[in-house]
Structures are given as structure tokens and as C-alpha cells.
RNA sequence: GCGAAAGUGGCGGAAUUGGCAGACGCGCUAGACUUAGGAUCUAGUGGGAAACCCCGUGAGGGUUCGAGUCCCUCCUUUCGCACCA
């Protein structure tokens, strides 16, 4: 094998070698140049390792800093691990080892993956959120949360995974499922933390406006906060002792209060045994405890509306009206007040119920076709509304509010589908929830110098699955003074949820290991987040977290912006055929997982980067297909060859279709780097070397140095290698992205299409923006095309420059 | 059910503002070089036809000199949401 072979597995390894003992992709504070933050989703060090799914994630966002780099950015490319978790607790309680020792154990595995793909990471910033002088301040920013009143202590009916053993949130329940092991999710009592997240509802649906997200996300986010504007009315509910009782509902179609023709109660609300009569008691308290055995997932499955009447009786303040009260699953006690006033008429859900249980339905609202087939939900006018017949229903919401209001009988309200967070975990691995409980003085916040509560080792890892954490066990880290009173006090022993550390770990890059602040001043500089990449499922959960985090953050002055994440970038995933037959998402239980390390050895990790690449368009799945990174590999080794084969022969002055090329190149590749085209970009440079290597002529200096610049974010370790032997210094990063020059990125003739009527019938070489005259005469002297001319008469020219000629003749 | 995105060769996918459909790659075919080819190079490769040509971007309509692209109806797939009053 000759010296001048492309040989991946020799130089790629020395180059890396470079970057590192250089520090090249090192951020440092006094870089003068503006800074450029970009950032990849923080990892889950598994023990399973990377597949060539993940890779694809690490790689656009590394050719994009790379570009930045290029384009004369301080970057910042950071990458640490998001530790806590089932996984690492799940080994130790099945295999004994300590979740540390694990963890460890993973993130030099993957560690060691991450540094084949050959990305510019700055690994003097790694953080890890199991790292105690991490979770220092996690805690920190749980303490001042809680004394900000945003996290509180409440008893409340949580979901339960049976199999984890532990409460989780409602953003981790899936179809009913828990997210992290699949296992149906039942509901427990538990005292739990919350954090009120709801408190930041309208500033996190506000700011998503400002956000260079995609749309889709901002959608997700903002059904999942699912803001509703209504009115809070007041009926009054004749129990079955005669006494009054105020039953507060929740609506945002207050126009048609004089449609009410019933009330529903969930079952679970607080008042059904008091208003029930004797005479339902039996049936209500059987419909009852039926709903409470049913899971949430069979609840929401059902397909027709159950429920049952209590025998008692509301009045409906607009009119003074006695309808029944009933009990309904369909009626969630989560949501607004838990009870409704039924409007069948305008309402598809009681619409369906009334005509279940033969209730009655009436129009309060004109419309077309009525409401004697189905329910009417649009706007229109009032009618059979008393004094407000005739308003149309968007005054009449207002009027109707109004009205309640002066009496005391309603406002009006916003509800939320966003619920406060769970925060509760009862779990090992996970940083302890820095709270202290003294029975003198209730919770109480751990001393912030006292910070970080360590967790402390244990010698079973297992859920106890009655509601207490392993932690419970160990006597002599639960039994503290009260950090108030000094009475004896015993510390709080659930943890946190795996979205704790990865809600804020993008300002802790910023200064990883300042001692006495989340964040430096210096820090500060580098936020916030211009580019975050990462996969579409984090949509809700995690971006939603880290939003109000910084938010939060931002109200106690720790950092001076309210969003951290500027623009967001969803990678879609890499899908292959396992063992199902179909593609699907790569993993490891489907069996259809391809190594990345064997393709990296057979080809190199720069045929790899740039082959994850060009498999399709960045944001959308993409199939994977075995023999495709042949292709990029064979480009590879042309353009190796055609830098070679001429090295050191330059030409010195360019011919023009050989600066043509090159201008076409920068072009080509900078706009579609700015746009994320990245499987463009790969096939712009086999264009390229395709042109260039027909041409049959040695290139000049400039144009092998400027291919090389504009592939060295895709092939850093090809790049730098040719540029070395083509006698510069390295490294090939000091170098600044070209320019292109539109002058030479147009050719001297085109090829311009005739048309006759519309039809395709040949092509005419003429000169570059010739006038419409001179394209015509060529035109009609072109045999090919005037044989469909010939005795017709030309009724109509259309010439769009440089591209067509439409003749239409008659 | 509601909402969003997407349907283009055997496959992955290209196509500024409507302007030569299928770039680039995989695969396939033929040839060259080879002891060999699963290396490399050259040529070809949407379908039909000997050819002139005809037909082709999920289906059907429409607008236009001209539609993958714009409008309407429908079908399929994927993803989100799913009793949130």
C-alpha cells in the first residue's frame, strides 16, 4: 500500500490524538471572538454503549459546530452525562454493584464511543448529575424553590409504577404506561413533593412565541400547558339533609348556562356522599368504587359514557332552574373543579350522556341544522337565555360572567391541563430532597452551606414499595437535629426525578467547576443556548423542565434570560429491520441494532460521519442501509486521490470552469449548511469532485485548500491530513470559511428547454442571459424543434430566462 | 375522533419564486483491468415502444402557456393529543 492511499484507521486516530493534547476544542474565556453555544441532549450512560441511531445525533450537531468554529465562533460544544436513573439502580439491585461503580463503568465506555465519532467536545466542561459537587446544586435550586413556596408537600393520589416502585409524574405516564419500564400505572396516596410549575403557566406559553423552535414542539408544549379561558359558577347543591352546599364548576362556554340541563360530579369529588340520598346511596357508592378500581387506562378507553343519578338537586343561578346532579367518570376531579354543568345542546360529551340517560337537551344557542341530530359547539346567537336572548355567544360570554359576577354567584378563570410536578421519587439513586422534618417545625430547608446532602451508601437498593425510599433504612443519615430548633429531626428520604439534573445542566457547562455560584459572572457570557439538538421526545418533559428552571433561575437573579434554549433542533431517528420484519426505532430489545465500531474500522469514522449524514434529510427517520456508506467511503478515496495524484503541481492560474466549481461548492455547501440540508451537502462535494476530476487538470492551490476548509467540518480527520500534506500547518480549524463570488458561480452558456404547448421537445445551448430574440432564432433553427413548427402559427412566447422556452402554436 | 407532517424509480432520496422530474448514492446490467473480485475504472439504468413517440411524482378534479410544487375532494402512512368541560 502506497503512502498516497486514503488509509482512515491510521490518520484518524493521530489527529484526534492532536486536537487533545492541543486543547483545540477547549473554550476558553478570554477567546476574544464571539462565542457560539452548542449543545447536544445530554446522555444516559447505558451499558449497552452507541449505536449508529445515536451517532447520527452526535454528528450534525458536531459538523455544526465545527462549521461555527470555522466561521470565526468561540464555541462552545460541551457533553456530560445524565446519571441518576432506573437503569444504574436496576443492575445494583439485581447485580449487587453499586450504581456508581456502574455508572463509572458506562461513562468510560462511552466515553471512549464518543471520542471515535471525532467530535470537538470539550470534555474539560464534562459534568455528571450524580457528581456530588453537582448535585449540590440541584439541591440549591430545590431549597430555593421551596423557599420560594414553589415546592410543597401535599397528600395526594399519585401514579404508581408497580414495577419501579415508585410515584412518577403525570409527563411520565404513557397511554397509561409507565415511560421508563412500560408496566401499567396504578394510583397510590402518598405524601409527595411538588413543584409548582403551574405558577409559571402563562410565561411558559408566553415565551414559546419568541423561540426558533420547530412548530411542532411549540404546539406540544403549548397543548400540554392547555391554558383554557372560562368562568368559575357557582350553583347550589340541595344535599340530602336539606342543607345548601356551594358546587363550583368550571366552563368556557358560560353562554350557555341557560342550556344546563344537569350537573355532573366526578366520582371522586368531595361532595358526593354528602349530596347523595339515601335512596341512590347504594348505586352511587357501587358506581363509586367501581371507577376507583378501574385503571386510568381503561377509564380513558371506554367507549360509552357511564354514570349515575345522586337524587339531588342544584340551582342553576342564572335562572334559578332545579336540575339533577349526577356522577360521571367522565368528569375528571383533576380538571378545573371536578364538577360540570351538562349543556347537551352544546356539548358533545353530555350530548352523548343526556341521550344515554334521557336527558333533557335544549338550544341555547341558534344554529343551522339545530340540536336535534348532535350537539351544536360553534358560536351563534343566544336564545332561550332569558334577558340575554339575542347576544351573540362571544358577547354573551362576557355579559353572563358580568352579571354572575355582580352577585357573587361567578368570575371569570383560566384552567390549566398542566398540572404542578410531582418531584417525589422513592427511589435510591437520585439526589436526596434536601428537606429536614421536625415535628416542632414541619419541613424544613437543610442549611445551603450544609449543601450537598450526599447520598449515603445503603445495603439494599430495593423499593421498599410502601412509599419510603431505601433510604429509609439508614438510621444515622435520617436521624438529624432540625436545622431551626435542634430538636430531633429526621431528613426527608425521597429523591428526585431523573429530570432534576437534566433541567439546568446546560448553565452549569458554562462554569462547571466554580466553587461558590451555579454560575460564574464569566460563565454568564457563554449563555444562553443558541442551537440545542436533540430528539423530538423530549418535546414535553425535559424541554418543559428546563424552561421553568431557567425561568425560575432568571426571578432569583441567577442568570438575566428567561429561555434557555434559542433555537431547536429535532434530529429524527435512524430505523433499520430487526427481527420484526418492519424498520423500526434502533434498540437494542429489537434486536436490530448496528455497531458503529465495526463500520469505523472497515471505513473510517470520517465515511461514517459523513454517511450518517447523508441518509437522509437531518429531520426526518431514516432508514438504514448497510451498503450506502460504500458510497461516501469510494467519494472519499476519489477526493483523496485527486489531491494526491496533483499535490505539489498546482496549477497557478485557475481555468474558469475550474473556479466555477470551486465558487459553486462554497455556495452550494454554505446554504445548505444554514439550512440543515445536510444529505445535500454530501452529494454537493461528489458533485463536485465528479467535475473536477472529469476536467482532466490539475487544480491551483486555492481550490484544493478551499474543498478542504468546507469538508473539514463533515471529515475533520481527512481534511486536516491533506491539509498537512499539501504543506500547510495544521490545524485546518485556524483557516476561515470561504466566500463565494455569484460572478463565477454562473456559467458562460446554459441550457435553456423548448416547449412546444407545453411539452418537452428539445434543448438549446445559448449564451448566459441572451436576450428572448436570439433564444427564438435558436430556437427556430433547431431541427428537432421545428419539425413541430412547421405551417403553425406561433400565437404565444413565453421565455423565462435561462431556463424555458414556452412556444404555444395553433 | 381532533391536530400536524409526509406519499416521487427496485431502494435512500434531489428538484429557488410554478419553468428540462428523478441530482447524488445504493442496487442492477454490460464492458475494461485482473490469478481472482465482494477492489478499481468506463458506459448504461423511471415505465412502455424496433422507432417516431407515448405515459409517468398516492387517486380524482381544477387554475395556468406550463403543476411534484398552487386550490378543492378523497385514500394511505407516520407522529402527537385523546372525555381537560
Redesign the pocket.
Known amino acids: 500500500m502506497s503512502d498516497d492511499s486514503y488509509n482512515p484507521g491510521q490518520i484518524e486516530p493521530k489527529w484526534r490524538e492532536y486536537w487533545i493534547s492541543n486543547h483545540l476544542h477547549e473554550a476558553r474565556n478570554d477567546d476574544p471572538r464571539p462565542k457560539y453555544y452548542c449543545l447536544d441532549m445530554f446522555p444516559y450512560p447505558s451499558g449497552s454503549g452507541l449505536h449508529v441511531g445515536h451517532w447520527r445525533s452526535y454528528v450534525l450537531p458536531d459538523c455544526w459546530s465545527r462549521y461555527k468554529w470555522l466561521q470565526g465562533f468561540n464555541v462552545l460544544h460541551p457533553m456530560g452525562w445524565d446519571a441518576f436513573g432506573s437503569p444504574a439502580e436496576n443492575d445494583a439491585i439485581q447485580k449487587g454493584i453499586h450504581p456508581k461503580v456502574g455508572t463509572q463503568r458506562n461513562v468510560e465506555n462511552f466515553k471512549r464511543q464518543l471520542h471515535e465519532i471525532g467530535a470537538m467536545y470539550d470534555w474539560s466542561r464534562e459534568v455528571n448529575t450524580t457528581d456530588p459537587d453537582y448535585y449540590k446544586w440541584t439541591q440549591w435550586i430545590f431549597l430555593r424553590m421551596f423557599k420560594a413556596g414553589l415546592a410543597y408537600k401535599t397528600l395526594m393520589p399519585v401514579n404508581w409504577c408497580p414495577s419501579c416502585k415508585t410515584g412518577i409524574a403525570n409527563e411520565d405516564v404513557?397511554n397509561g404506561r409507565c415511560e421508563r419500564c412500560g408496566t401499567e400505572v396504578t394510583k397510590k396516596e402518598l405524601h409527595q413533593w411538588m413543584l409548582r410549575i403551574t405558577t409559571y403557566a402563562d410565561r411558559l406559553l408566553a415565551g414559546l412565541e419568541e423561540l426558533d423552535w420547530p412548530?411542532?414542539v411549540k404546539?406540544?408544549q403549548s397543548?400540554?400547558i392547555?391554558r383554557?379561558e372560562?368562568a368559575e359558577v357557582t350553583f347550589t347543591a340541595i344535599a340530602a339533609n336539606g342543607s345548601h352546599h356551594l358546587l363550583k364548576?368550571?366552563?368556557?362556554?358560560p353562554d350557555t348556562l341557560f342550556g344546563a340541563t344537569y350537573m355532573v360530579m366526578?366520582p371522586e369529588h368531595p361532595l358526593v356522599t354528602e349530596l347523595t340520598l339515601p335512596a341512590h346511596a347504594a348505586g352511587v357508592q357501587a358506581y363509586v368504587e367501581k371507577v376507583k378500581s378501574e385503571r386510568d387506562i381503561d377509564?380513558?378507553a371506554?367507549t360509552e359514557?357511564t354514570g349515575v343519578f345522586t337524587g339531588a338537586y342544584a340551582i342553576n343561578p342564572v335562572n334559578g332552574e332545579k336540575i339533577p346532579i349526577w356522577i360521571a367518570?367522565?368528569?375528571?376531579?383533576?380538571?378545573?373543579?371536578?364538577a360540570?354543568?351538562a349543556?347537551p345542546g352544546h356539548?358533545e360529551?353530555?350530548y352523548?350522556f343526556a341521550k344515554k340517560f334521557r336527558l333533557e337537551i335544549r338550544e341555547v344557542i341558534s344554529s343551522e341544522r339545530g340540536v336535534a341530530q348532535e350537539s351544536y359547539v360553534g358560536d351563534g346567537t343566544m336564545i332561550n337565555s332569558g334577558q340575554f336572548t339575542g347576544t351573540p355567544s362571544e358577547e354573551g360570554k362576557k355579559a353572563i360572567v358580568r352579571w354572575l359576577a355582580g352577585r357573587g354567584l361567578g368570575r371569570a378563570t383560566v384552567?390549566y391541563?398542566l398540572r404542578d410536578w410531582v418531584f417525589s421519587r422513592q427511589r435510591y439513586w437520585g439526589e436526596p430532597i434536601p428537606i429536614v422534618h421536625c415535628e416542632k417545625c414541619g419541613a424544613v430547608a437543610v442549611d445551603e452551606k450544609d449543601l450537598p446532602i450526599r447520598l449515603p451508601d445503603v445495603e439494599r437498593y430495593q423499593p421498599t414499595g410502601t412509599g419510603e425510599s431505601p433510604l429509609a433504612a439508614i438510621q444515622d443519615w435520617v436521624n438529624v437535629p432540625c436545622p431551626k430548633c435542634g430538636g430531633p429531626g429526621k431528613r426527608e428520604t425521597d429523591t428526585m426525578p431523573q429530570w432534576a439534573g437534566s433541567s439546568w445542566y446546560f448553565l452549569r457547562y458554562a462554569s462547571p467547576r466554580a466553587k461558590d455560584a451555579l454560575i460564574t459572572e464569566q460563565g454568564k457570557e457563554w449563555l444562553p443556548v443558541d442551537l440545542y439538538v436533540g430528539g423530538?421526545e423530549h418535546a414535553?418533559l425535559h424541554l418543559l423542565y428546563a424552561r421553568f428552571f431557567t425561568m425560575f433561575l432568571h426571578d432569583i437573579d441567577v442568570v438575566d434570560f428567561e429561555e434557555p434554549f434559542l433555537r431547536l433542533f429535532n434530529q429524527g431517528m435512524i430505523t433499520y429491520v430487526g427481527k420484526s420484519g418492519k424498520a423500526e426505532k434502533m434498540s437494542k430489545s429489537k434486536g436490530n441494532v448496528v455497531n458503529p465500531d465495526e463500520l469505523v474500522r472497515d471505513f473510517g469514522c470520517d465515511s461514517l460521519r459523513m454517511y450518517e449524514l447523508?441518509?437522509?434529510?437531518p429531520e426526518?427517520?431514516?432508514?438504514w442501509?448497510d451498503?450506502?456508506i460504500?458510497?461516501?467511503?469510494?467519494?472519499l478515496?476519489?477526493a483523496w486521490h485527486w489531491v494526491s495524484m496533483y499535490n505539489g503541481q498546482w496549477k497557478a492560474s485557475p481555468s474558469r470552469e475550474m473556479l466555477t466549481q470551486r465558487h459553486l461548492l462554497v455556495k452550494n455547501v454554505t446554504e445548505?449548511l444554514d439550512t440543515f440540508?445536510m444529505?445535500?451537502i454530501?452529494?454537493s462535494f461528489?458533485?463536485f469532485i465528479?467535475e473536477v476530476?472529469?476536467m482532466k487538470q490539475a487544480p491551483d492551490k486555492e481550490t484544493v485548500e478551499t474543498f478542504l476548509i468546507l469538508i473539514a467540518p463533515f471529515a475533520p480527520h481527512f481534511a486536516e491530513e491533506l491539509w498537512q500534506r499539501t504543506g500547510r500547518p495544521p490545524s485546518i480549524f485556524f483557516q476561515r470559511w470561504p466566500v463565494w463570488d455569484e460572478a463565477y458561480t454562473t456559467f458562460d452558456t446554459?441550457?435553456?428547454?423548448v416547449?412546444i404547448?407545453?411539452?418537452?421537445?428539445g434543448?438549446i445551448e445559448v449564451r448566459a442571459e441572451a436576450p428572448e430574440e436570439s433564444v427564438l432564432e435558436a430556437a427556430t433553427k433547431d431541427p428537432?424543434i421545428t419539425?413541430f413548427l412547421d405551417g403553425r402559427q406561433i400565437r404565444?412566447k413565453?421565455y423565462?430566462k435561462n431556463?424555458?422556452l414556452?412556444l404555444?402554436v395553433g
Not at 364548576?249 to 362556554?253: E, K, L
Not at 446554459?750 to 428547454?753: L, N, Q, S
Open positions: 404513557v412548530e411542532k404546539t406540544m397543548n400540554w392547555g383554557s372560562g364548576i368550571f366552563t368556557t362556554r366526578a377509564r380513558a371506554k359514557k367518570d367522565y368528569v375528571l376531579m383533576s380538571y378545573g373543579t371536578g360540570i354543568m349543556v356539548d360529551r353530555d352523548e384552567n391541563k423530538v414535553i447523508f441518509v437522509g434529510p426526518l427517520d431514516a432508514l442501509n451498503n450506502g460504500q458510497g461516501v467511503h469510494r467519494f478515496k476519489k445548505r440540508r444529505n445535500t454530501v452529494s461528489m458533485e465528479g476530476t472529469s446554459v441550457t435553456v428547454a416547449q404547448n407545453g411539452k418537452l421537445r434543448t428537432a419539425r404565444k413565453v423565462v431556463r424555458i414556452n404555444v
